[in-house]
């Protein structure tokens, strides 16, 4: 196996401008630098990432925290966190919390002791442990999908990426409202997350909008999990007068509402009018397929490793909080012909916020 110093002996350099131009940690002529990597190449000479690291003081790895196992929406955020952390030259290590707070406080604490250069999370419904720690220990990190407040007195800036919510909710009630709804049913999410009280706001909003009163009991927490979205849907239908169509919060409730639907014999759109917040790969196989808010999942990782990227370069940069758009796509659950091209939902565009400390 080859070694720094034939590395060096072949490129005609000392041993410490090899280590330079691998590491990057001092400049190099462009010709001497290409004289090295022309050895590299010439001899497989593969780095040895521990020695880097010790150099460099970074192991060129990023800690993710996502539920990525039990929920299908961030496993499509995996996949664009591992795209741009790759094509950056970054591995990954990933845990998963399970939106579990004293869980979510020992995996990042795992994370961080293997070194990693900062971290992405997607953080629990009670994060004031996992910001402690995080604060504390000064760690670079990036919150994808839920947004935090950072408690009272605390001076450690992190940075955000999430969807638009509250607007996109909305567009679903207005729509369902503009079928002639008149009670419009929620299975909302675990109650304490960003996006569950913004997609309830939204909700909220919608039926305004349309001139609907707000009926607390069309609301029903499924906790972001299919088997409680069960129980919520089987309650909406045992009022004494149940919803005539049903908003679901993410995927995960979406097949439990289905699920409860099945078993009550009740289809849609013909009993039941649906129409759902996150698409996933399947939604289009229901028959009818599902109405859908689409949120950029894929992106939403991307733009979470070019944040914590940034931030690694420049430590001292205020935090920021980063929103895209979603789309709003037509299909048939909702009562309508179906229209196959997403339609953008009002949304502000990203944005970048000032510290959150």
């Known amino acids: 196996m080859a070694t720094m110093v034939d590395v060096a002996a072949r490129a005609g350099v000392s041993v410490a ?7 990057d940690t001092r400049p190099v002529l462009p010709h001497t630098r290409q004289a090295v990597l022309d050895a590299v190449d010439a001899l497989g000479y593969t780095p040895n990432a521990l020695a880097r690291s010790l150099v460099t003081s970074r192991t060129r790895s990023i800690g993710l925290a996502v539920s990525a196992i039990s929920n299908p929406y961030f496993t499509d955020i995996l996949q664009g966190v591992e795209a741009r952390a790759l094509e950056q030259g970054y591995g990954l290590l990933l845990a998963d919390p399970h939106d579990d707070p004293r869980h979510e406080r020992k995996v990042v604490q795992l994370l961080h002791e293997r070194r990693v250069d900062g971290l992405i999370v997607a953080p629990s419904a009670d994060p004031d442990a996992l910001l402690r720690y995080l604060g504390r220990h000064k760690v670079p990190t990036v919150f994808l999908d839920r947004l935090v407040e950072a408690p009272a007195g605390h001076s450690f800036a992190f940075d955000q990426v999430c969807t638009e919510n509250a ?16 009670r419009i049913g929620l299975v909302a999410g675990l109650s304490g997350l960003s996006t569950t009280t913004e997609r309830i706001s939204g909700y909220r909003h919608g039926l305004a909008g349309a001139g609907l009163p707000y009926d607390e ?34 995927n995960a409730m979406t097949i439990g509402a289905l699920r409860t639907l099945r078993e009550r014999g009740l289809s849609v759109p013909d009993d039941l009018a ?33 944040l914590l990227l940034e931030r690694l370069a420049e430590p001292e940069l205020p935090g920021r909080t980063v929103r895209l758009p979603c789309a709003f796509v037509h299909r048939g659950s909702c009562g309508c012909a179906e229209t196959l091209r997403p339609e953008s939902s009002e949304s502000s565009e990203s944005s970048a916020k000032g510290s959150l400390s």
């Open 17 to 23: 401008t090899v280590s330079h131009v691998l590491n």
């Open 167 to 182: 607007a996109p909710m909305a567009r679903l009630v207005t729509h369902l409202a503009e079928r002639g709804h008149r």
């Open 217 to 250: 009991r069309l609301v029903a927490h499924g906790d972001s999990v299919t088997d409680a979205a069960e129980r919520a849907t089987g309650a909406l239908l045992s009022l004494g007068a149940p919803p005539t169509a049903l908003v679901t919060a993410n």
């Open 274 to 306: 649906l129409c759902c917040f996150d698409d996933f790969a399947w939604a289009d196989l229901f028959a009818p397929r599902l109405t859908v808010i689409s949120q950029p999942s894929k992106e939403i990782g991307d733009q979470a490793v070019r």
